[in-house]
């Protein structure tokens, strides 16, 4: 009989454990907001949060579905102001075809160095 009684509260305190590990897991999966949300450290942004960052004084721009913030590096951009044409918007095609320069993809030293600007990605709809 004491056999059976230890065997239930056993089974008990696995059972609840598993739920309060549930709960704990549900209160850190943070509903989206309005346009962000974070989960595992990761920003998510909508093609509209990155079209409201679109001048020299704050350009953001996605590549590849990565969200860059490249505003402090307009300035020191080997291309001159042909990034600005990128802030705002899904910027892959230009930078990958650069029409306005040499019509080739960036290198890979210029590639090396968007992990600098990296902010986040684009949340699929
Ligand atoms: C998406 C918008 C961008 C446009 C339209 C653009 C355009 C250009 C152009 C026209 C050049 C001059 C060389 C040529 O004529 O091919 C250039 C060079 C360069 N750009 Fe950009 N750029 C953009 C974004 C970026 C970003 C985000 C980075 C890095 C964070 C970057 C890094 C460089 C570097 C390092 C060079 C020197 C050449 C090379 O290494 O490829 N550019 N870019």
């Known amino acids: 009989?004491?056999?059976?009684?230890?065997?239930?509260?056993?089974l008990a305190v696995i059972l609840s454990s598993g739920c309060s590990g549930q709960e704990?897991?549900?209160?850190?999966n943070e509903e989206p907001g309005e346009s962000t949300y974070t989960a595992e450290q990761v920003t998510f942004y909508t093609l509209e949060d990155v079209q409201a960052h679109s001048d020299q004084g704050d350009c953001w721009l996605v590549i590849e579905g990565k969200v860059y913030d490249?505003?402090?590096f307009i300035s020191s951009h080997p291309g001159g102001k042909a990034i600005l044409e990128g802030c705002g918007i899904d910027a892959t095609e230009l930078f990958e075809t650069r029409p306005m320069g040499?019509?080739?993809?960036?290198?890979?030293r210029a590639r090396d160095r968007l992990k600098e600007y990296y902010i986040g990605e684009i949340k699929e709809e």
């Open 1 to 10: 009989m004491i056999r059976f009684v230890l065997i239930g509260l056993i």
């Open 24 to 28: 704990a897991a549900a209160e850190n």
């Open 70 to 72: 490249v505003t402090p």
């Open 102 to 108: 040499s019509g080739t993809p960036h290198s890979d």
